[in-house]
């Protein structure tokens, strides 16, 4: 079955630090890849996503590369601010799951001024 | 601002209540998905509706019920509330489409949840 691993949190990052937190999926065939955001008290943003490999997900200055070699998926930004302060979630979808969402438990990001 | 609205914002309910939470889609989505996010964890996937149908279910027992409307609203339905119910109720919605070769494609969008605490 389909399956989604992120690292550990919380992230803890001073302001205009480097960004990244990991993600690896295990699932059939060609899923889609998401990365999730939540603010504290708040549902789930899209933040982004690739939808085939080698695919370029970016929004608001955040990256991830879908790596089907590797069956990775890594979000990545070069300047951290302290409103990025959230949990991001990654997360697949694909035919198996009948297109529901497989997310990752997680990471909690602080950044600090 | 996504455009998914849910109704209410926060309930509180007694072990072996009912409940009906309420989700209305971003205009033109067909899709409604439901998602149970305890504290701390990231959302499981309860069920999903297309075109009024149930296409698709999690790991989550009968009691656990819904319906999608006409208009592609949709109602989660609780029954004999458990302790461990108590969570964050997230709606999704999104368009299913068919795009020949590439197959089905669609993304979901998110409300703002409804969070459920159960005594």
């Known amino acids: 079955g389909n399956s989604v691993t992120q690292m550990e949190g919380p992230v803890t990052l001073s302001e205009e630090a480097f960004l990244t937190i990991n993600c690896t999926y295990t699932a059939t065939g060609y899923p889609s890849l998401f990365w999730y955001v939540q603010y504290p008290g708040e549902g789930l943003q899209l933040l982004l996503k690739a939808t085939k490999a080698d695919d370029k997900g970016s929004n608001k200055g955040f990256e991830a590369t879908y790596r089907k070699e590797t069956t990775s998926f890594h979000l990545e930004k070069g300047s951290v601010q302290v409103s990025d302060s959230a949990v991001y979630f990654c997360?697949?979808?694909?035919?198996?799951?009948?297109?529901?969402?497989?997310f990752g438990k997680g990471t909690s990001l602080l950044v600090t001024p | 601002e996504t455009g998914v609205t849910q109704s209410p914002t926060h309930l509180i309910k007694t072990r072996g209540q009912q409940v009906t939470l309420r989700c209305s889609s971003q205009s033109g989505h067909n899709t409604v998905s439901w998602y149970q996010q305890a504290l701390g964890q990231g959302p499981q996937f309860i069920f999903q509706?297309?075109?009024?149908?149930?296409?698709g279910r999690g790991n989550f027992p009968p009691r656990f019920s819904g319906l999608q409307f006409p208009n592609y609203s949709s109602e989660l339905n609780v029954n004999a509330l458990e302790l461990d119910d108590s969570a964050l109720y997230l709606c999704a919605s999104s368009l299913r489409i068919f795009s020949g070769a590439s197959g089905t494609q669609e993304t979901q969008y998110f409300g703002p949840g409804t969070r459920l605490l159960v005594l």
């Open positions: 997360a697949l979808s694909n035919s198996n799951s009948g297109y529901a969402l497989n």
């Open positions: 509706y297309y075109r009024e149908e149930e296409n």
